[in-house]
Structure formats: C-alpha cells, structure tokens
C-alpha cells in the first residue's frame, strides 16, 4: 500500500504530466495566453480613469493621471499582442496602434455612460441621484463593461471582449455579449438574470427588466451536424421599447417595432409592429 506522500506525489506528477501535454498541444495552435486578471484590472483602470471620483485602484494611488494612462496603455498593448496572436500567430497587426485607438475612444464610451446614467435615473424612481446609480446599480455596471467590452469585439479581439463581459456575469448576473449592438440612454432595471446574444441589436431609450432573455431559437446546423456560426441569430429591439421581467425574445428574424411594450413572461419568437403592446395570457 503506498504511503500518504507516495499517494499525493502520485496526483502531483499525473497532474504534471497533464499539464506538459495541455503545455504541448496549445502551443502547436496558439503562441500566447492572455491574462485575465491583466483584463480585469484593465477594466477597473478604464472605468477609474473615466469616473475617477467613483472608481479607484489601491494600486494606482499617488499615481498621476498621465502615469495610469501611460500603465493602461502599456498593459493594453500587450494584452492585445497577447490576444491576436492566441487566435492567429501569424497575424501582422500593429497593436500600438489598435492599444491607441482603444484609449483614444473613452471619452466617447464615457459619453454613452452617462447617456444610460440618465436613462437609468429617469426610468427608476427608486434612484435618488445619478451618483447612486454609478456607484451601486449592478445594472450600469454590466453596461458600463458591456461598452468597454464591444471596442474590443469590432476591432477582432473576442478573447479580451469575452474575458470582459464574463467578469460583468460574474459580477452582476447580467450577461451582454460583447458582440451586441446597443444604442443610447439604454436602462436595465434590476438587471438579474438577463441575457442578450451576441447578434441582438437595440435601439435608442430601450428598457429591458430582470430575467429578459433575446437570445437564438435552435441552431442551424450544417451538413455534419454543426452549429452554423455567424449568422444572425438573435433579434432586433426598435427605439423606445419596454421589455419586462422575465420576457422571452428569440431569433435572428423576430423584430420588435419602435414603441412597443412586452410584458412580463411573455415567449415570443415572431416580429412584432410599432407600438404594439403584448401580454402572457395564461389561457
């Protein structure tokens, strides 16, 4: 019978080998890895230099604003090495200047923030301020990680947009792809449980509750029997909808018109015109 360190050695070096072989086979596909607890603190660094008296990092104390900007540059650029080469190691980018352009649009993705901090503040009478709301709405947070995230989608970096809007899940219970095509003064109220697909567009002033799900009907599969992908899969919210709690939205051709409002549990997977108004009945 092996003794107690015989037997710990034994899980010690089958995990070894495991991991010399996980070692081998990602490096015949892929050259790098990037850091996700690089992203996160990307992250927390984007969302304190945008909304410094909100956000701040232990780390970054006593540190000048051209300091962090100059460290968040520094960690952007090679997290964005990092992730075109993960994908494709023999891929010729110049990730200066996608690292550039990425800090260059926050002042925009700042402005988008503080459109959804009115909408958020207007649509919820429970809010007593604006700064309640970025300091504390798990909601604003999603959204907020959401947008930072979405830079990153359009510019063909999905490993640190998903890496992003997966910590928001984590954090908040909301899951945004970071694929998802959202206009301004967008409210999500209590936020819990909501998902949006990665080929849902929404327009502008659009409300969505908890547990609001647009997502894909079953996958169109291909002559052997995979899922397709890239193609639209989710649906298409116009400006000034409602959507409340628990409503179910699904497929690349359902299209919600301007205006409307769905209720509570509704299950819908057809279009519905401008300004209509759809309830769950029971019956």
Excluded at 57 to 81: C, D, P, R, W
Aim: hydrophobic share 40%.
């Amino acid at each position: 019978m092996l003794s107690h360190d015989e037997r710990l050695s034994s899980v010690i070096s089958s995990l070894e080998r495991t991991r010399i072989s996980e070692y081998d086979y990602f490096n015949k596909h892929k050259v790098a890895v990037p850091s996700r607890n690089e992203i996160i603190r990307i992250i927390k660094t984007m969302q304190s230099v945008m909304f410094p008296d909100y956000f701040r990092i232990k780390e970054n104390k006593g540190m000048s604003n051209t300091e962090i900007m100059n460290a968040l540059f520094l960690s952007l650029k090679m997290q964005i090495s990092a992730a075109y080469a993960f994908f494709d190691e023999d891929s010729v980018v110049d990730t200066e200047q996608v690292a550039y352009s990425v800090v260059e649009t926050l002042p925009v993705i700042k402005e988008k923030l503080m459109k959804d901090v009115i909408a958020i503040y207007e649509g919820d009478p429970a809010a007593r301020s604006p700064e309640e709301i970025i300091l504390s709405y798990p909601g604003f947070y999603a959204i907020s990680i959401y947008r930072m995230a979405h830079e990153f989608y359009i510019r063909n970096i999905p490993y640190i947009a998903r890496i992003m809007t997966e910590y928001a899940h984590e954090k908040t219970g909301v899951d945004i792809h970071a694929g998802a095509t959202i206009g301004e003064y967008f409210c999500i109220d209590h936020g819990t449980g909501i998902v949006i697909g990665e080929t849902t567009t929404i327009g502008d002033r659009v409300k969505i509750y908890q547990g609001v799900t647009l997502g894909a009907k079953s996958f169109e599969l291909d002559k052997d029997g995979n899922p397709i992908k890239g193609i639209k899969r989710h649906p298409d919210i116009g400006n000034g909808c409602v959507i409340y709690a628990n409503a179910t939205i699904l497929g690349g051709n359902t299209k919600i018109g301007d205006g409307s409002v769905i209720g509570g549990n509704v299950w819908l997977t057809h279009s519905v015109p401008a300004g209509e108004k759809v309830y769950y009945n029971a019956k």
